[in-house]
C-alpha cells in the first residue's frame, strides 16, 4: 500500500509498485467510490476528508485477498474564493472603486487589480488611472495553506468631452498663451480646427489636436478683436461632432 499522504487538492497517488505477474486478478478500490483494475493507474481526490484505500487480488495460485489502511490520504478543506465591486463598468472620471470580500473558509486574502497594483486589505478600494480592462483577482488562503482564486473583470471606459475657451490673452506672461480646445475621447486622427477674422479670412487650419492659435497673424500679434473658431472630429465611439464658436483675443 502507499504510504499516508494528506494536503490541499487536488491529491494524486501513483499505483504501479504490484508484482502483478503473480496475480490473476486485482482491484483498487480509492475510497471515494472510484475503483480501477488496471496494472498501472493514478487516481486523483478533490473533495476534503479522509479516504481508505484497499487492494483486492487474486493470486495465480487461486489465494484471494484484501489488504486496507484506515485515513491513507487525508485532503484538506479549501476556501471559496469570491468579491463584488461598487462597479464592475464605470468611466474615467469616476475610477474609485470599492471591493468587498465575500469568500468563506480563508484566514488570509490577496487583491490583484489588474494594474500592477495589490493590497492584503479585506475590502480594499483603488483608485485608477487609465481606461482599459482590468482582470482582478482575489487570492484567499486558509490555515492549511490551501489557495482558491477568482478574477472579474473592472472595466473604465472613455467619456467624450469639448471645451474651448472663450477668451485668451497672447502677452507673454505664460498663461493662457493660445486659443486651444481641449477634451476627453477624440478620434485625433479626424481631428480639423480653423480659425477666422471678423471678415472670413482664414487664419489657421490645421489638423494637429495640439497646436493651437498663438493669436499671431503672418508672424505679427492681432488685432484685440473678436475670432471665430470652427472643430471638426470624432470620437473613439466614431460619432461625428461639429462645433463653432468665437474667442476674444485680449492683450
Known sequence: MPQ??????????????????????????????????????????????????????????GCIETVGSNNIVTLFPSPLAAFNASVFQTDIFNTE???????????????????TTRSN??????????????????????????????????????????????????????????????GTGWDNTSFKMQVFDRWGNLILSTTNPAQGWDGKVKGELAHEDTYVWKVDLKDVFNTFHSYSGITSLIK
Open 121 to 182: 486589505l479585506q475590502n480594499p478600494s483603488h483608485n485608477y488611472a487609465a481606461i482599459g480592462t482590468y482582470p482582478v483577482m482575489l487570492l484567499v488562503q486558509n490555515q492549511h495553506g490551501c489557495t482558491d482564486t477568482v478574477i472579474h473583470e473592472i472595466i473604465i471606459k472613455d467619456v467624450f468631452t469639448f471645451y474651448a475657451p472663450s477668451v485668451f490673452t497672447p502677452n507673454g506672461d505664460g498663461l493662457n498663451e493660445e486659443f486651444l480646445p481641449m
Open 97 to 115: 472603486i470599492n471591493f468587498f470580500n465575500g469568500s468563506t473558509g480563508y484566514n488570509t486574502s490577496q487583491w490583484f487589480f489588474g494594474d
Open 4 to 61: 499516508s499522504v494528506s494536503g490541499c487538492r487536488p491529491v494524486c497517488i501513483n499505483f504501479s509498485n504490484i508484482p502483478y505477474d503473480t496475480l490473476s486478478h486485482w482491484k483498487w478500490d480509492f475510497g471515494d467510490g472510484d475503483v480501477s483494475t488496471n496494472q498501472t493507474t493514478n487516481h486523483c481526490y478533490n473533495k476534503s476528508g479522509n479516504y481508505t484505500i484497499s487492494f483486492s487480488y487474486t493470486t495465480t495460485l
